[in-house]
């Protein structure tokens, strides 16, 4: 059974910090490409960034420069560390297992201003 469980969400003011935490069972981790998304209310979903088998990443270039993923397969996690949040980048952060196509249920950020 494939799981994907977000956590690290919350409430922060802009210019601060979040971490969120993707940690996936019932799938061979280290094989998978594995992403974040986001939705904001009244928008539709999208791709924040991405991290390949090999730790190659790529960015939204909304986040490019504030954001970073990273992955450790010997915990099959995978991480987004968010800095200089903005109010912007309030939304439902989802992961999202690219190789397979399978969704974790989603961890709210909220950005006050």
């Known amino acids: 059974q494939v799981q994907l469980v977000e956590s690290g969400g919350g409430l922060v003011q802009a210019g601060g910090s979040l971490r969120l935490s993707c940690a996936a069972s019932?799938?061979?981790?280290?094989?998978?490409?594995m992403d974040w998304y986001r939705q904001a209310p009244g928008k539709q979903r999208e791709l924040v960034a991405g991290i390949s088998s090999g730790g190659s990443t790529n960015y939204a270039d909304s986040v490019k420069g504030r954001f970073t993923i990273s992955r450790d397969n010997a915990k099959n996690t995978v991480y987004l560390q968010m800095n200089s949040l903005k109010p912007e980048d309030t939304g439902v952060y989802y992961c999202y297992a690219h190789t397979i196509g399978y969704w974790g249920q989603g961890t709210q950020v909220t950005v006050s201003s």
């Open positions: 019932g799938i061979i981790f280290r094989l998978n490409v």
